[in-house]
């Protein structure tokens, strides 16, 4: 009984914060049994025993007699980045990881374990991902994470890099799986930060902390990206026409306030045929052009429309009388034609004979 209670008072003493606890867990989880199985609770509890206390004493027995030879195996050195966590016949120590520079352990006794604290990059393989709206996507994304507590390291998981890992790939898929495609595309930024807490939340525990989520590329099925395009160069193409429609609707008002001001001032449609000629020169120096004003055009096509008018009164005329001559009729007696009259039947054929040529 003695010894027992020795055994509790060293251990005790020399319980880790870790150690502690996961010894409050288990006993909490065993109270209700604690009536029946006193002797359990009490190795629970127990430390170092009189064997380990035994082995570190010899062992440092070792060192001090196989000194300086012993140096070579007790002083150990972690890089400005790296921790150790050793671990001493199975026990953590107190006082936590220790780097960086200098530290001591005993042989036999201690084993340490290095632990890397910078930060690590891991691309997430593309995932195939049925989105909300039914469309299949493949999308991969990178992640940068380190190690914050390099106890909880090594103590909570068996492998720290290769859990946070399968949490990012299955955490990429339970994230992207609840947003459309358009969803996807656009709000990359506010999927990265729900990765993000998504991944601390599940790492804390391990002693890893996700510095920084980022969706790398989205890929989707060719037939898919075809519909997309030919989709985006039909809304473009009514974009282009609504909007020359609307610069047509602009330049026939100016037009419009262009042609009043000129009729009201017939000088300015000189000054714009001055204009005109003058851009074209700058353009095309071997073209001449002689402007010509419009009034002079539209009378010179007045007097032809004029004329052709006219010749076509003379030739209907023409044709009337040839018939009248043709049809028998009653002749009243003759009468010599009036001189007038000749003179204007010999014109008349003459005009017909000149159309016809």
Known sequence: MTLLLSIKECSEGSLTPLTQAFEEEDLKM??????????DGIACEEGPGVCSMALTIFSLILITVSLPFSLFFVVKVVQEYERAVIFRLGRLLTGGARGPGVFFVIPCVDVYEKIDMRSQTFEIPPQEILTKDSVTVFVNAIMY???????HAVANVDDYGGSARLLAATTLRNVLGTLTLGDILCQRESIAKEMKETLDEGTEPWGVMVERVEVKDVRVPEQLQRAMAAEAEAARNARAKVIAAEGEHKASRSLRLAAEVITDSPAALQLRYLQTLNGISAENNSTIIFPVPIDIMSSFMQSASNNQQQQQFQQQMFQQMCQGFSQPSFQPPFQPPHPSTLSQTQDIKNNYDKVIR
Request: charged share 10%; hydrophobic share 25%.
């Open 145 to 151: 994470y380190k190690v914050a507590n390099a106890i």
């Open 30 to 39: 065993g109270s209700h049994k604690n009536n029946n199985n006193s002797q």
